[in-house]
């Protein structure tokens, strides 16, 4: 465990903020922890999975609506009725994978802002 923390110290060094532009937006880009170039990496890949999973939970919804909307309207057909089995199924697993990709996103920057020293 301790050669994993070593590890990512090497990969992630500290960083100095010193322009104007990241003395003046540093709140607003990474939460006000200007000194650590780990925490602006982590910030902005938990900002870009919230993002790509906000897109993805809404594509979901409207697959899941349009698979039940097929299955209801193939009056019998069963081609019908499995493709709107088939659509619901893929927006599940899209959810599941989006939702999986926000954990291990969330657990991973978890770990990096606790390194002990930074």
Known sequence: MYFLIILFR????????SNVFTDKFCGIL?????????GFIAVMSVR??????TLIGGAAVIAIVYGAFKIVSSA??????ETGKQVITAAVIGLILALSAEAIVQFVVNFVLDIPGT
């Open 30 to 38: 990474h939460g006000g922890d200007c000194s650590s170039g780990a």
């Open 48 to 53: 870009v999975v919230n993002f790509f999973s």
């Open 10 to 17: 090497a990969i992630l060094p500290v960083a100095e903020a």
């Open 76 to 81: 019998g057909n069963d081609q019908g009725r």
